[in-house]
């Protein structure tokens, strides 16, 4: 089974910057990535890599967000720069991210992410 355990979530002010980590415990089939939920609405992705550095984003978060992965390949990363309050949600990393983001095969616990203004 594939553990995935995320970190670097917190709060802050509109305009500021945090960066999620994701730790796997083995790599997982397929692309990784994150998803996230705000209060009252349906978890979406965010960012997804595929192993062959193939990236994808969607477009609230385009050139805002990076999604990097380490030399190893089972740490996950999303630095998240000029944040706005509508990123205000808990963060999910993913494993076996589907190509349109409907759904993943594995799930960490989430980190929450509050962005004030």
């Known amino acids: 089974q594939v553990r995935l355990t995320e970190s670097g979530g917190g709060s802050v002010q509109a305009g500021g910057s945090l960066r999620l980590s994701c730790v796997a415990s083995?790599?997982?089939?397929?692309?990784m990535g994150w998803f996230r939920q705000a209060p009252g609405q349906y978890r979406g992705g965010v960012a997804s890599?595929?192993?062959?550095?193939?990236?994808k984003y969607v477009d609230s978060v385009k050139d805002r967000f990076t999604i990097s992965q380490d030399s190893t390949k089972r740490t996950l990363y999303l630095q998240m720069n000029n944040l706005k309050p509508d990123d205000s949600a808990v963060y999910t990393c993913?494993?076996?991210?589907?190509?349109?983001?409907?759904?993943?095969?594995?799930w960490g616990q989430g980190t929450r992410v509050t962005v004030s203004s």
């Open positions: 993913a494993g076996g991210v589907w190509e349109d983001f409907s759904d993943a095969f594995y």
């Open positions: 083995r790599y997982p089939y397929g692309r």
């Open positions: 890599t595929d192993r062959d550095g193939t990236i």
